[in-house]
């Protein structure tokens, strides 16, 4: 039987010297002895994978683990005004920076070599998700109530995940009604790097610097865009039941700034129409991918889309322990390191569970002696393996 528990075992995918690199960098621990930063994380992913909706939930599920918690190197339960007290002012920053050194520990490990139809590598998806949060204390989106109410405040997470890992490589935590657009001069991007995005994010002059520095892109076209046609490569429009690439057209587009002209910018434009008969208007600062392979990069945006289904469903994101934005922000990047790790569990034990059902079993098995890559792999041979029964179990 496994001597450890199911929650220490994730734990030891954490090296203790990157919780102390990060905790030094930050003086993380300098004020707060009562709460060292590796009890604070590790009470905060505790609360994460037993999907706890309040402080009060998280402290006493620990408490009915006393006799277990010296396996999460845990003297006792922290009190519930000791963790208040550090989600309000231990800076989020610091699990910021777990979550960037742990990406950079299991990158390589965790991502595919390629992704069914594309044939480049470092495609990076961007988009954002709002979070409503029952307080006011951020701003939400969108205009105020007819009825005279006050607007629930939110927060939004702009995100870039990398295609082929399945996991955000960066985020900002931000109101609600900040525009998205502002998060792309956030980014840093090497030569080469190839971006997908929706069209809201339609910002000409970053676009012009990006082909500076070979960064592609590729998004949608607003309905209401104002461009010029230079040249047309391809028309089939007007063909019956033509689908596929439609039209291939170079169109230039005005590069403002605070209202000044600086130029115009070329562009490649293609319309696409899907088997299902949907079409779409693509631009792209890319020249040399075939049209198809445009459309292609185009379609796995949708899985940023599933990451945040992800994370909205399987983790606590509908109530915060905490109601200043340090504490919200710093729960946002426990519940990343746990999807993180969630990730990392699943290409260890090579399972073909789905990630809901993965995150159940171990949310039921939090502090049990299991084997956990074992259980994930194969439930019901792990048991049959642990305990020698002859139980005919029926999957």
């Given at each position: 039987?496994?001597?450890?528990?199911?929650?220490?075992?994730?734990?030891?995918?954490?090296?203790?010297?990157?919780?102390?690199?990060?905790?030094?960098?930050?003086?993380?621990?300098?004020?707060?002895?009562?709460?060292?930063?590796?009890?604070?994380?590790?009470?905060?992913?505790?609360?994460?994978?037993?999907?706890?909706?309040?402080?009060?939930?998280?402290?006493?599920?620990?408490?009915?683990?006393?006799?277990?918690?010296?396996?999460?190197?845990?003297?006792?339960?922290?009190?519930?005004?000791?963790?208040?007290?550090?989600?309000?002012?231990?800076?989020y920053q610091v699990f910021e920076t777990i979550y960037q050194q742990l990406l950079k520990r299991y990158h390589s490990f965790i991502s595919d070599s390629r992704l069914k139809g594309l044939s480049i590598r470092n495609l990076k998806i961007i988009d954002s998700t709002t979070i409503q949060l029952f307080s006011d204390m951020l701003q939400g989106a969108g205009r105020n109530p007819k009825d005279g109410s006050r607007k629930k405040g939110g927060i939004k997470v702009h995100a870039m995940m990398d295609a082929f890992s399945g996991v955000t490589e960066f985020a900002r935590i931000t109101e609600?009604?900040?525009?998205?657009?502002?998060?792309?001069?956030?980014?840093?991007?090497?030569?080469?790097?190839?971006?997908?995005?929706?069209?809201?994010?339609?910002?000409?002059?970053?676009?012009?610097?990006?082909?500076?520095?070979?960064?592609?892109?590729?998004?949608?076209?607003?309905?209401?865009?104002?461009?010029?046609?230079?040249?047309?490569?391809?028309?089939?429009?007007?063909?019956?039941?033509?689908?596929?690439?439609?039209?291939?057209?170079?169109?230039?587009?005005?590069?403002?700034?605070?209202?000044?002209?600086?130029?115009?910018?070329?562009?490649?434009?293609?319309?696409?129409?899907?088997?299902?008969?949907?079409?779409?208007?693509?631009?792209?600062?890319?020249?040399?991918?075939?049209?198809?392979?445009?459309?292609?990069?185009?379609?796995?945006?949708?899985?940023?889309?599933?990451?945040?289904?992800?994370?909205?469903?399987?983790?606590?994101?509908?109530?915060?322990?905490?109601?200043?934005?340090?504490?919200?922000?710093?729960?946002?990047?426990?519940?990343?390191?746990?999807?993180?790790?969630?990730?990392?569990?699943?290409?260890?034990?090579?399972?073909?569970?789905?990630?809901?059902?993965?995150?159940?079993?171990?949310?039921?098995?939090?502090?049990?002696?299991?084997?956990?890559?074992?259980?994930?792999?194969?439930?019901?041979?792990?048991?049959?393996?642990?305990?020698?029964?002859?139980?005919?179990?029926?999957?």
């Amino acid at each position: 039987m496994c001597r450890t528990a199911d929650l220490s075992q994730i734990l030891d995918l954490i090296p203790a010297s990157l919780i102390n690199a990060a905790g030094k960098k930050h003086r993380s621990n300098r004020y707060y002895k009562k709460l060292p930063l590796r009890v604070h994380l590790v009470s905060l992913l505790y609360g994460v994978y037993s999907y706890c909706n309040g402080l009060r939930e998280l402290c006493e599920g620990l408490l009915g683990c006393e006799g277990k918690l010296s396996h999460l190197g845990l003297d006792h339960a922290p009190a519930r005004s000791t963790l208040s007290n550090a989600n309000t002012n231990r800076h989020y920053q610091v699990f910021e920076t777990i979550y960037q050194q742990l990406l950079k520990r299991y990158h390589s490990f965790i991502s595919d070599s390629r992704l069914k139809g594309l044939s480049i590598r470092n495609l990076k998806i961007i988009d954002s998700t709002t979070i409503q949060l029952f307080s006011d204390m951020l701003q939400g989106a969108g205009r105020n109530p007819k009825d005279g109410s006050r607007k629930k405040g939110g927060i939004k997470v702009h995100a870039m995940m990398d295609a082929f890992s399945g996991v955000t490589e960066f985020a900002r935590i931000t109101e609600a009604k900040e525009n998205d657009r502002k998060f792309l001069y956030d980014l840093k991007l090497r030569p080469k790097s190839w971006l997908v995005f929706d069209k809201g994010y339609n910002v000409h002059l970053l676009y012009a610097k990006w082909t500076e520095l070979q960064i592609w892109f590729v998004t949608r076209m607003r309905e209401n865009a104002d461009f010029h046609v230079t040249k047309v490569l391809k028309d089939v429009t007007k063909r019956k039941k033509a689908k596929g690439v439609l039209k291939e057209q170079y169109i230039t587009v005005a590069v403002k700034e605070v209202n000044k002209n600086l130029g115009r910018l070329k562009l490649r434009r293609i319309i696409y129409k899907t088997d299902e008969g949907k079409e779409y208007v693509f631009v792209t600062n890319n020249f040399t991918a075939k049209a198809e392979q445009i459309a292609a990069i185009y379609k796995n945006r949708w899985l940023i889309e599933l990451l945040f289904k992800q994370l909205k469903q399987n983790f606590p994101l509908r109530y915060f322990w905490g109601e200043s934005p340090n504490a919200i922000k710093m729960q946002v990047y426990c519940v990343l390191i746990a999807q993180l790790l969630m990730v990392v569990i699943r290409k260890k034990s090579a399972t073909k569970k789905s990630f809901a059902n993965m995150i159940t079993v171990i949310r039921l098995h939090l502090t049990s002696y299991i084997d956990l890559f074992e259980f994930i792999k194969d439930s019901y041979k792990a048991w049959r393996k642990m305990y020698g029964t002859s139980i005919a179990f029926s999957p």
